[in-house]
């Protein structure tokens, strides 16, 4: 194997994530989710490998970081080009003043998400995994609370009514709590939380602010994280067991009685990033056992069952697509982790072992192109205040975010927000009239009689 020069492809990654995040964050050209992707992208591609720059740092693992690192910054190349073609055909002739926010959204839209979105969370989901195909519509359904949450700060602030934004802002912070006191785990909480975050800093101001907020914010959940890691199995322990709210709330409390701030020059919470958030060291490992011809290339088997996954199981009985990554991990790196362990392939993996580096520049090229289109229709149908549209963009953009999962639950996960979307705006414009027209309809009628009494 080679040697990599790890220095120089993390600096090729930052140009390219800072070139698609300033892109992406200029007024009116997104509703967050290129920036949600890039920053995701960072922390499960980019956060441990920088962290081998540090001289007290193990070098256990350095190797195989590098030359996974070496494959994530040209796939972040990849996706800001494709972003970026994207956004070149999206803008040309838009006129000036069609970027500013403009409208609130109907109020009664979020509430409605909300109240489906607990519905999903409590009630569908404990039963999810018991019913074929109802997975990826249980996991949609939760994130209707995302949206309707990012739709509320909107209002807020467009409304000019801040203090109701940084309300439902700081409401996202029960979030990572939530997910650990029910399901044992903090990753999705934090993944919600981020993407409320980043939906809210693609409109808000003055831009400093954003980036102060957002140093502050790494270093808070950085802690948060080494802590959690700290006390996973003692956490899960007490959730799997099928305690009560109290022994769980309990639990946690007694972890964040005695939580760490993050220090980079703890060896102990350097290992603990490495242990779970260095995707490069996974990719490294398929790299070379590619490399070494421990095995082939996939050749686009893995693709095609992530278009067989767009097919409901209930129309399709016997697909053959399971969810996560299943035992792909292991084939394409030679490595075999205990019994039980959850390990994502993680999506450049999977672009990789299809058709190397060649899969890889394609797979986000179409990535950046694909996400970049879904998040300027969706700003664009928000910024005219129609929160029914701008759920069909917005919520099948959420489900492509999954940068640490495969292609499968992207696709599966997507065809289902569609679905929902679609299902949704089609009941919600019978039950739910709209305002705002029947306002336009009562001020013509007003109009039209004026003009008859005069």
């Not at 490998?49 to 970081?65: C, K, N």
Request: glycine share 10%; proline share 3%.
């Amino acid at each position: 194997m080679s040697e990599v020069d790890l220095t120089f492809w993390l600096w090729v990654w930052v140009f390219a994530a800072a070139f698609a995040l300033v892109r992406c964050w200029r007024e009116g050209a997104g509703a967050g989710l290129v920036l949600t992707y890039v920053l995701t992208f960072g922390v499960m591609h980019w956060l441990a490998a920088f962290l081998f720059m540090l001289p007290w740092h193990s070098e256990a693992g350095r190797d195989l970081t590098a030359l996974g690192m070496r494959e994530s910054a040209i796939a972040m190349v990849a996706f800001a080009g494709g972003s970026e073609i994207v956004r070149f055909f999206l803008n040309r002739g838009l006129e000036r003043g069609e970027t500013k926010p403009a409208s609130p959204v109907d109020g009664r839209l979020p509430t409605v998400y909300i109240a489906i979105g607990i519905f999903f969370y409590v009630f569908v989901q404990p039963v999810a995994s018991r019913v074929p195909g109802l997975d990826a519509v249980a996991a949609t359904g939760g994130t209707l609370m995302v949206v309707a949450i990012a739709l509320k700060c909107w209002d807020g602030w467009v409304r000019q009514r801040t203090g109701v934004m940084w309300a439902w802002l700081a409401g996202t912070t029960v979030l990572p709590l939530l997910t650990v006191i029910v399901q044992g785990f903090l990753g999705y909480g934090f993944a919600a939380m981020v993407t409320v975050i980043a939906f809210v800093a693609s409109f808000l101001r003055p831009r400093w602010k954003v980036v102060a907020l957002g140093i502050v914010l790494t270093h808070i959940g950085l802690s948060v994280y080494v802590t959690y890691m700290r006390d996973r199995r003692e956490i899960r322990a007490v959730v799997w067991s099928g305690a009560g709210v109290r022994d769980r709330v309990s639990q946690l409390g007694e972890t964040f009685k005695s939580a760490e701030w993050f220090d980079p020059r703890k060896e102990e919470h350097l290992r603990r990033i490495d242990q779970r958030l260095n995707q490069d060291y996974l990719l490294g490992a398929s790299v070379a056992y590619l490399e070494g011809g421990s095995v082939g290339l996939a050749h686009g088997s893995t693709i095609m069952e992530s278009l067989y996954a767009l097919v409901p199981r209930a129309v399709w009985a016997n697909k053959p697509v399971v969810g996560g990554s299943g035992e792909l991990v292991s084939i394409y790196t030679g490595l075999r982790f205990a019994e039980g362990t959850s390990v994502g392939i993680g999506q450049v993996m999977e672009a990789y072992i299809n058709f190397g580096r060649d899969g890889v520049i394609v797979c986000f090229l179409f990535f950046g192109a694909v996400l970049a289109t879904l998040d300027q229709v969706a700003w664009r149908r928000l910024q005219k205040g129609n929160a029914a549209s701008f759920l069909l963009w917005y919520l099948p953009g959420l489900s492509l975010l999954q940068i640490g999962g495969s292609f499968a639950e992207a696709t599966s996960s997507a065809a289902a927000a569609l679905v929902i979307a679609l299902a949704l705006r089609r009941f919600l414009t019978r039950v739910l009239p709209d305002r705002r027209a029947a306002a336009r309809d009562l001020a013509g009628d007003h109009h039209v009689d004026s003009k008859l009494s005069a």
